[in-house]
């Protein structure tokens, strides 16, 4: 059986990595002191991908807000899930922003519940998607009893860089995780949800830096490569033609690029997700 994206639960899905409604109210500025995560001090800079957003945000003496601190963790796809859990509460625990505690620790919650899901053995319905360092993708032919088994079977693909899997936990919720070939879960998600689950899940994406009136972080021609999301696997050059400011998501990168069938597009990428092509990180 050919399983497609849209049968892996992939479309009109609720995950936090997404962008829609974003939270309102007093921006509360928090100090790092005495934040830990595990072993390391909760630092924004941490959870940049991009070498040259950290480098950019540095020059400019960025003053990171606790809603900021928020949005670059959950940016991140070099930081599992039970990390950013660790640190998202850590925040919730030291902000004085009450708005964005409550919402923080509703969040954990839904995605703790969310793995339950993934994880409960009575779920033997599971497929997914392969995606290779090259960026192409491969499909499961088949369906698996347990999330591990159907990781499993994906990570052994060539160059797997990045796996999804999806399947029916309820008569109406299909659930999703975003893996590591090596099982390390990165982001979950669910479509089916109910209305205010799936809110709570895409509220965090509409945040941006607030970085309107500073000088943009790239120059026209220059070639530029996605690191956040999906991007990790594109190692397909972006034409920057441009700098673009959004009211909801911020300073945007204008960018012509090839797509995956080979024909001319233009997109508008989170500067957050972009670095110059070729640098390693």
Not at 23 to 33: D, F, K, Y
Not at 49 to 72: G, H, I, Q
Not at 84 to 97: F, I, K
Not at 203 to 217: A, D, Q
Request: charged share 25%; proline share 2%.
């Amino acid at each position: 059986m050919s399983v497609s994206r849209k049968d892996c639960g992939l479309e009109n899905a609720a995950s936090a990595r997404d962008m829609s409604t974003g939270l309102t109210g007093v921006i509360a500025i928090g100090s790092c002191e005495n934040r830990t995560v595990g072993n390391h001090a909760l630092d924004a800079y941490r959870y940049i991908d991009s070498k040259d957003m950290r480098e950019y945000l540095r020059k400019l003496d960025y003053e990171f807000s606790d809603r900021d601190m928020a949005y670059v963790i959950r940016s991140s796809w070099n930081t599992s899930l039970a990390e950013q859990h660790q640190a998202l509460m850590t925040l919730a625990e030291t902000t004085d922003d009450k708005e964005l505690a409550e919402y923080l620790k509703k969040l954990v919650s839904l995605e703790e519940k969310l793995l339950g899901w993934l994880n409960d053995p009575a779920n033997k319905d599971w497929s997914g998607i392969a995606y290779a360092v090259s960026g192409k993708f491969k499909l499961t032919d088949q369906t698996y009893a347990t999330v591990g088994d159907c990781a499993r079977a994906l990570a052994s693909e060539k160059d797997t860089a990045f796996i999804e899997v999806a399947g029916k936990v309820s008569d109406s919720v299909r659930a999703f995780a975003y893996m590591k070939p090596d099982g390390t879960v990165l982001a979950v998600g669910a479509n089916g949800l109910q209305a205010e689950e799936t809110v709570l899940m895409r509220e965090i994406g509409r945040h941006s830096l607030n970085l309107k009136g500073r000088p943009f972080p790239f120059s026209e021609g220059e070639a530029l490569r996605r690191v956040g999301g999906m991007g990790i696997l594109a190692r397909t050059s972006l034409h920057c033609t441009g700098c673009e400011y959004d009211k909801a998501y911020g300073m945007l990168a204008r960018c012509e690029y090839t797509d995956a069938e080979g024909k001319p597009s233009v997109g508008h990428f989170p500067i957050i997700d972009l670095e110059r092509f070729g640098d390693d990180g």
